[in-house]
Nanobody, 120 residues
Framework: QVQLVESGGGLVQAGGSLRLSCVAS????????MGWFRRGSGPEREFVAA????????FYADSVKGRFLISRDNPKNAVYLHMLRLIPEDTDVYYC?????????????WGQGTQVTVSS
């Protein structure tokens, strides 16, 4: 079973940027689609972005499209979320996860998350 550890969160002013990292252990993630989520206000974590293992294609929630960029480094067994032009509404705890093909629903275990706080 893969274990995921997120890092890179912090306090930043609106308009600033952060890069979140997710490092996997226990298995290689080369053949897995990976995604980023945030806690959100609903009963399920809110989808932020996903990246396929194949091409790789990327997918984004409308709220972050054009501001966030997901990438992966398979030799490092890592996935990244580059967050640009941050706004206070991006304040949340961010998690990475393995995601299913097509609907990008998460599966497997969650890490502890990393807190992002954007001040106005």
């Amino acid at each position: 079973q893969v274990q995921l550890v997120e890092s890179g969160g912090g306090l930043v002013q609106a308009g600033g940027s952060l890069r979140l990292s997710c490092v996997a252990s226990g298995t290689t993630i080369d053949n897995y689609n990976m995604g980023w989520f945030r806690r959100g206000s609903g009963p399920e974590r809110e989808f932020v972005a996903a990246i396929d293992w194949k091409r790789p294609n990327t997918f984004y929630a409308d709220s972050v499209k054009g501001r966030f960029l997901i990438s992966r480094d398979n030799p490092k067994n890592a996935v990244y979320l580059h967050m640009l032009r941050l706004i206070p509404e991006d304040t949340d705890v961010y998690y990475c996860a393995q995601v299913r093909d097509g609907d990008h629903r998460p599966f497997g275990s969650w890490g502890q998350g990393t807190q992002v706080t954007v001040s106005s």
